[in-house]
């Protein structure tokens, strides 16, 4: 089983959607949670940390599960611009550090 | 702040040539890290160094591939021989601490023919 996993898409949503994301993790011993940004032909950035309470940065709402082992991320009023690749990423510090990159969920957002 | 500056941008070389990809981190950062990203692989870490001493290199494809960070402001991944399979974008990335927000350079757009 992979480390992360995440529904590759993509998905085309039109303008004015809401749309979901889920990325689950294998192991209970991850401790922080992002969500990137890739832009096609350009470098993963930052997008929000996901906190154990939930967290929601403008029209982005990430959330956290540790109990089944899941993360989402919700957009809301779908821009043009939020077409991207959304990478979950976890850190894991059983047996040392390592910072994990899902696959990469692919977004279309329509006019 | 200048973020994390890599070059060449671009490469295109032939399949047995030496490929030096060279990185500056962000000033003040600690970890240092370089990635592999293909379409069919996704994001690879291939490995991470932290106060310049390499610390997980078990991403590392094999021999051919190395990397070194003499100080805390340079960092070289160097490929000999090349092989067209290790056409890739390569991107180095830092941060403050091991577990810190990762911050990415835009990436060696390696070709190997």
């Known amino acids: 089983r992979k480390e992360v996993e995440q529904d590759p898409g993509p998905f085309n949503v039109p303008e004015g959607a809401t749309v979901a994301f889920n990325c689950t993790y294998s192991n209970s011993a991850s401790q922080s949670f992002f969500w990137y940004r890739q832009d096609c032909r350009k470098e993963p950035k930052l997008l929000m940390s996901v906190y154990s309470s939930g967290n929601e940065d403008g029209r982005f709402t990430a959330q956290l599960n540790r109990a089944s082992q899941y993360i989402s991320l919700l957009i809301r009023d779908s821009k043009l611009s939020d077409s991207a690749t959304y990478l979950c990423v976890l850190n894991n510090r059983g047996g040392g550090f390592k910072t994990i990159f899902g696959a990469g969920t692919r977004l279309f957002v329509k006019a | 702040d200048a973020g994390v500056i890599q070059s060449p941008r671009h490469e295109v070389t032939e399949m047995g040539q030496e490929v030096t990809l060279r990185c500056k981190p962000i000033?003040?950062?600690?970890?240092l890290f370089w990635y592999r990203q293909t379409m069919m692989r996704g994001l690879e870490l291939l490995i991470y160094f932290n106060n310049n001493v390499p610390i997980d290199d078990s991403g590392m494809p094999e021999d051919r591939f190395s990397a070194k960070m003499p100080n805390a402001s340079f960092s070289t991944l160097k490929i000999q021989p090349s092989e067209p399979r290790d056409s890739a974008v390569y991107f180095c990335a830092s941060s403050r601490g091991q577990t810190d927000t990762i911050y990415f350079g835009e990436g060696s757009w390696l070709t190997v023919v």
């Open positions: 000033s003040g950062h600690n970890s």
